[in-house]
């Protein structure tokens, strides 16, 4: 009896594919598969330290913001603030006041007369209008609506919270630059602060950001000193208002870029 030649004949070339190599999606099915079964079998303590670790990844960045740039500011800032509501006198207020004026001399007298103007009326407050402008006309929306709020609204939160604690200013001796209205928290602390905070944090996506550190940093402590050096601040009323205007301009930032889900510069917008 002849055998029929289709019992010898080789399967059909995509059953053959089939058996030989499968298809990549039901390889990758079964790897996840596999996978959950691994983590089921994990203990719960591993299981949460890569979940812990997901997470990481996923929000480092807004977690930081939350601890370093909101949470420890405002702590600084609340725990200054009791002190000057309750008039208590800080102790290291006078001597560090004291150490500053030991420093005068004619040479820093000009330098820090110019350093306290760049730091409000010729430097940071037209910066503050440029740079709104610019971002505006460069159709930047997000960004120029971030920087409006946050150096607007730190003005005016200085400008508030003068009036609310009422500090009068030092006398220890006759500033070559006085000042007549209140002292806590200091505005060009704050002004100069909040502007750095706006451009690191809008720079920190780019290659710029540690051109910018590197710039703002020493420019908003010279302009701190720059009020100590006067005899117009208290120390305190400077840290104060390094610690509102960080906390403020973070807290902008978080709000506008939707809790750190988005970043600067993503996408035009309008």
């Known amino acids: 009896m002849s055998e029929d030649p289709r019992a010898d004949a080789a399967p059909p070339r995509s059953?053959?594919?089939?058996?030989?190599?499968?298809?990549?999606?039901?390889?990758?099915?079964?790897?996840?598969?596999?996978?959950?079964?691994?983590?089921?079998?994990?203990?719960?303590?591993?299981?949460?330290?890569?979940?812990?670790?997901?997470?990481?990844?996923?929000?480092?960045?807004?977690?930081?913001?939350?601890?370093?740039?909101?949470?420890?500011?405002?702590?600084?800032?609340?725990?200054?603030?009791?002190?000057?509501?309750?008039?208590?006198?800080?102790?290291?207020?006078?001597?560090?006041?004291?150490?500053?004026?030991?420093?005068?001399?004619?040479?820093?007298?000009?330098?820090?007369?110019?350093?306290?103007?760049?730091?409000?009326?010729?430097?940071?407050?037209?910066?503050?209008?440029?740079?709104?402008?610019?971002?505006?006309?460069?159709?930047?929306?997000?960004?120029?609506?971030?920087?409006?709020?946050?150096?607007g609204g730190s003005g005016l939160l200085n400008i508030a919270a003068k009036q609310f604690f009422a500090r009068e200013r030092p006398s220890l001796w006759e500033s070559i630059a006085p000042e007549h209205n209140y002292s806590f928290p200091s505005g060009h602390a704050m002004g100069s602060m909040t502007l750095a905070a706006v451009l690191i944090l809008l720079c920190w996506p780019t290659r710029w950001r540690w051109l910018v550190v590197a710039a703002m940093v020493p420019f908003t402590v010279l302009v701190g000193f720059s009020r100590l050096y006067l005899g117009v601040h208290y120390p305190s009323d400077i840290l104060a208002g390094w610690a509102v205007a960080t906390a403020w301009a973070v807290a902008v930032y978080l709000l506008v870029y939707r809790g750190g889900v988005r970043r600067p510069w993503q996408a035009r917008e309008g």
């Open 15 to 151: 059953v053959a594919a089939s058996v030989e190599s499968p298809h990549p999606q039901g390889a990758r099915s079964q790897e996840q598969h596999a996978a959950r079964r691994r983590g089921a079998d994990d203990s719960a303590f591993e299981q949460e330290a890569r979940f812990g670790a997901a997470l990481l990844r996923r929000h480092g960045w807004t977690l930081l913001l939350v601890f370093a740039g909101l949470l420890l500011p405002l702590w600084a800032f609340a725990e200054l603030a009791d002190d000057i509501h309750r008039q208590e006198s800080l102790v290291y207020d006078v001597p560090v006041l004291e150490y500053a004026h030991g420093l005068s001399r004619h040479s820093l007298d000009l330098f820090f007369s110019v350093i306290a103007k760049l730091g409000y009326q010729w430097g940071v407050v037209p910066f503050d209008i440029v740079l709104v402008i610019a971002l505006t006309v460069t159709r930047r929306f997000r960004e120029a609506s971030y920087a409006a709020i946050a150096l």
